[in-house]
């Protein structure tokens, strides 16, 4: 066991942890942010998309200790986020999900890629959504509102 | 799907990791990304009760030109790489690669080192970096020492570091501006590891003349007949005749073990035709 301190949402959290536990364990058991979904758990799905640092990562391979001192946002910060918001209302309107179990990993990562400008046409928005995989097979509405959100955040910053 | 019990360690710098190791007679194990190791330990294909992390030793994260050649620490991600945040000496080589490895959020965590040191044979970085002609740079505990990638990789997912060694970073050549590369692979799916690699690396000015076949058996192998080949000023034309088909046939069924009428030994055939017609067109 070892005492943990980071940040999470803005907020500083310390606390008492097993060695092995991954960074989604313990904001999923040790602080209910169960926004931040687990299906593989090695690396394969992105549905455990976290930002750490402001960069995206997949907390399911990554050791909580190891982002000790950092500063870790899970979905369930971008509540007022202005891009999130474009994103979310894209992806409702182009039919970007059905279940919503890979929607938090995927809207970060759209995020993500929006602010990186990897998303300049549909095929390389496939290529860099590939980490994320959706089951209800909902891929063209995901792209198309990727489109979408990347065309209405850049109109709103013009 | 979860590790088993383990006991981290946060190394605070080079001597710090080692004298970490040793204490645990040599059987630790350095984590950098963990983007391949955390994947093995939650499915439990590893483990390793203590776990020392060097993601924070500074100079590990350290790039610098040393003399003719330039040094690239070991825990550089592949995102710095592919965002140009560090000089890429390959004009461009290093930075194509790394936009091709897995997806955005292990290009943030995984590094180059830890791709060498984990050494799988699928992997970018020791297919990329062969080609190049990296020489790695290890600290271990009787002095440093440094090895061409040509000797560092012995085998599948084993390399010559020592009990307690640390890949401290690679030594890489400046390319010239005149230099061409190619570096083609074969996915079914974006991000995955490879079915085949192609990479070609010339520089008449460096005397580098490379072709290195990726994710065909223990671990990438360099072409020699091809190599030479190359090195003696191919054209393009060439490519299509019967004397070159010969030529690359003899070098891929003396490097793999595949048989000449099955699929892989025809993809590799394909992906290493692909990379020495990109390499010959720029």
């Not at chain 1, 950092?70 to 007022?80: C, G, L, P, V």
């Not at chain 2, 004009?91 to 040191?117: C, D, E, F, M, W």
């Not at chain 2, 061409?148 to 640390?166: H, I, K, R």
Request: glycine share 8%; hydrophobic share 40%.
């Amino acid at each position: 066991m070892s005492t943990i301190s980071l940040t999470v949402n803005g907020i500083e959290v310390v606390d008492v942890i097993d060695d092995r536990t991954t960074l989604a364990d313990f904001l999923r058991d040790h602080l209910n942010l169960t926004g931040t979904h687990l299906a593989c758990e090695h690396g394969v799905c992105g549905a455990c998309t976290v930002l750490v640092d402001e960069v995206p990562i997949r907390a399911c391979i990554t050791l909580a200790l190891s982002v000790a001192g950092k500063s870790a946002r899970t979905i369930e910060d971008f509540e007022d986020d202005p891009k999130m918001q474009v994103i979310r209302e894209c992806f409702s309107e182009a039919h970007g999900l059905q279940c919503g179990f890979c929607t938090p990993g995927m809207v970060l990562t759209v995020r993500d890629m929006i602010q990186r400008g990897r998303c300049v046409n549909a095929q390389e928005i496939r290529q860099e959504l590939a980490g994320n995989l959706c089951r209800c097979t909902g891929y063209s509405g995901i792209v198309k509102a990727t489109e979408l959100a990347r065309d209405r955040i850049k109109n709103s910053a013009a | 799907m979860k590790a088993g019990k383990l006991n981290y360690h946060l190394a605070a710098g080079l001597d710090d990791a080692i004298a970490l190791n040793l204490a645990h007679d040599g059987m630790a194990k350095y984590m950098a990304g963990g983007q391949s190791l955390m994947p093995m330990m939650n499915l439990r294909l590893a483990s390793s009760e203590e776990i020392i992390d060097i993601t924070r030793i500074p100079e590990l994260g350290q790039s610098r030109a040393m003399g003719e050649h330039f040094f690239m620490g070991a825990g550089i991600t592949h995102a710095m790489i592919e965002d140009g945040k560090v000089h890429d000496p390959a004009q461009g080589y290093l930075q194509h690669v790394a936009h091709g490895i897995a997806y955005r959020s292990i290009r943030n965590k995984g590094t180059l080192g830890g791709s060498l040191a984990h050494a799988d044979p699928a992997a970018d970085w020791p297919t990329a970096l062969l080609a190049l002609g990296a020489v790695a740079v290890i600290k271990r505990p009787g002095g440093d020492v440094q090895i061409p990638l040509a000797d560092f990789q012995l085998g599948l997912m084993e390399t010559c570091l020592g009990e307690a060694d640390l890949l401290m970073g690679v030594l890489l050549p400046q390319l010239s501006t005149s230099a061409r590369w190619s570096y083609v692979k074969f996915c079914h799916k974006v991000g995955e590891f490879a079915h085949s690699i192609g990479a070609v690396v010339l520089d008449t000015t460096q005397g580098l003349a490379n072709a290195v076949l990726g994710a065909a058996g223990d671990k990438p192998v360099l072409l020699p007949r091809l190599s030479a080949k190359l090195s003696q000023g191919m054209r393009l034309s060439e490519l299509t005749t019967d004397a070159f088909t010969a030529l690359l046939e003899q070098d891929i069924a003396e490097q793999t073990s595949h048989d000449k009428s099955s699929y892989d030994f025809h993809l590799h055939k394909t992906m290493i035709t692909r990379a020495v017609t990109e390499a010959l067109k720029k």
